[in-house]
């Protein structure tokens, strides 16, 4: 086989192995910024965002149409400032509601939002104004137990009979 | 009397020093290819002919086992996690299990007995037939002509495929979990990107291929050069190749992951 061939192939080769690793960083470990041709973002802010993470996804009735973007606290008020990139295909209107939901028991979590009923629709940059804050186990559990000891001893007998 | 029960142990004192000796003459082996090593980079050309035929003739078999591997963990970890309702998760699974442990580890074992048998063979038969001697008799060095360009074009090698390796599985679970079984695209990738990071994940996998391939190039060549020059000679040779690679890969990929991860 002629050199030149084999220089070629192996040309290939390590270009093939260069476009992997980048493909791996970029793609699969993420390190990207998004394309913002066809998305608009839209700002929520929770009291409490639970797990929710950077590119969970955002649902209006069940449809995937965008991703949290970033995740920030606001330092004057204290509580989390999410971004939201929608597709700009999905307009919502001004009295649409944000909430935290979780898929499962034990699924991730995602942004759910519920369309309202005013005419205007929301503008890029826009802050949705009605939100609810994630479930947290720990703190249901925790006002479970609360209520639960409040009752005293009397209701122990009763607890154990159960 | 005395001698019939003695023999076991001499058997055994035999092959424990002879296993010493061969382990001992491997890492000599070693550094005299280093010190050959030097004409691989000022005639770069011997080691890029030897990277095709140890790297680019592997990469059909690397494709296609990447992707049915992925193919694969796609589908038996679809079925899996939808037991406990997460099937979300298939993405950061496949891409996960595919970077930390399958790719490199795989990738290695193929190499091994594609590209590492190979090599032994050739180096074997080379020494069979007396080439190596007559390049020694004609003043080149078989160690910087012949061993040292394989090497170093093996451990050149490993990495690109295992990087192959890991993007045909991920595309190989994509091509399961969302083409045929209907996932969410994004979820598929949005949770690999939640679950994926570059240093941890990535780059520790790629550092365990270069491993790989370090210890699967010197173990190919090392028995080439000291295979025994019959026929016979070659072929246990190349079977040992195979056999200590594969081994050698499996405890490495188990040290390698208790100081990593």
């Known amino acids: 086989m002629k050199r030149s061939t084999i220089d070629l192939w192996v040309g290939i080769f390590v270009a093939i192995g260069i476009a992997a690793v980048t493909f791996l960083a970029l793609k699969v470990a993420n390190l990207t910024p998004q394309s913002s041709d066809s998305t608009y973002t839209l700002y929520a802010d929770f009291d409490n965002i639970g797990g929710l993470k950077v590119k969970a996804p955002v649902k209006s009735s069940?449809?995937?149409v965008g991703r949290v973007s970033a995740v920030t606290l606001d330092?004057?008020?204290y509580v989390a400032h999410v971004a939201l990139t929608l597709d700009n295909r999905y307009r919502f209107s001004r009295d649409t509601s944000a909430e935290i939901l979780t898929a499962g028991l034990l699924g991730e979590q995602y942004v759910g939002l519920t369309q309202g009923g005013d005419d205007v629709n929301l503008k890029a940059g826009d802050t949705l104004a009605i939100t609810s804050s994630a479930l947290v186990l720990e703190q249901l559990i925790g006002k479970f137990m609360t209520?639960?000891?409040?009752k005293g001893g009397d209701s122990h007998a009763a607890s154990a009979a159960k | 009397m005395l001698e019939t029960l003695l023999f076991p142990f001499r058997h055994i004192g035999h092959l424990t020093v002879n296993a010493i000796w061969r382990l001992g003459f491997a890492c000599r082996f070693l550094f005299a290819v280093l010190k050959a090593s030097g004409q691989c980079f000022?005639?770069?050309g011997l080691v890029v002919r030897e990277m095709y035929f140890a790297g680019v003739l592997s990469l059909i078999i690397i494709i296609v086992s990447g992707l049915f591997v992925g193919m694969v963990l796609g589908l038996q970890g679809y079925n899996t996690l939808a037991r406990f309702g997460s099937s979300d998760a298939l993405g950061a699974l496949v891409a996960l299990s595919l970077l930390r442990e399958l790719?490199?580890?795989?990738a290695a074992l193929l190499f091994a007995s594609r590209s590492g048998s190979a090599m032994t063979a050739e180096i074997g038969l080379m020494?069979?037939?007396?080439?190596?001697?007559?390049m020694a008799v004609m003043a080149v060095d078989p160690l910087a002509r012949v061993v040292a360009p394989r090497f170093w074009a093996g451990i050149l090698s490993m990495p690109v495929l295992a990087a192959l390796f890991n993007v045909m599985g991920i595309l190989g679970g994509y091509l399961v979990g969302v083409v045929m079984i209907g996932l969410d695209s994004g979820t598929y990738w949005s949770q690999m990107n939640n679950s994926v990071d570059l240093h941890f994940d990535v780059v520790n996998g790629l550092i365990k291929s270069l491993?790989?391939?370090i210890a699967v190039t010197l173990i190919a060549v090392f028995e080439g050069y000291d295979a025994t020059p019959t026929a016979a000679g070659v072929?246990?040779?190349?079977?040992r190749t195979v056999v200590t690679s594969a081994l050698v890969i499996l405890a490495l990929d188990f040290i390698l992951t208790a100081f990593m991860f």
Do not use: H, Y
Not at chain 1, 147 to 150: R, V
Not at chain 2, 103 to 106: C, Y
Not at chain 2, 127 to 134: I, M, P, S, V
Not at chain 2, 235 to 239: D, E, I, L, N, V
């Open chain 2, 42 to 44: 000022t005639r770069f």
């Open chain 1, 75 to 77: 330092t004057k008020r």
């Open chain 2, 103 to 106: 790719g490199p580890v795989l």
């Open chain 2, 127 to 134: 020494k069979a037939t007396e080439q190596l001697d007559a």
């Open chain 2, 211 to 213: 491993v790989f391939g």
């Open chain 2, 235 to 239: 072929s246990s040779a190349t079977t």
């Open chain 1, 147 to 150: 209520s639960f000891g409040e």
């Open chain 1, 62 to 64: 069940g449809v995937v």
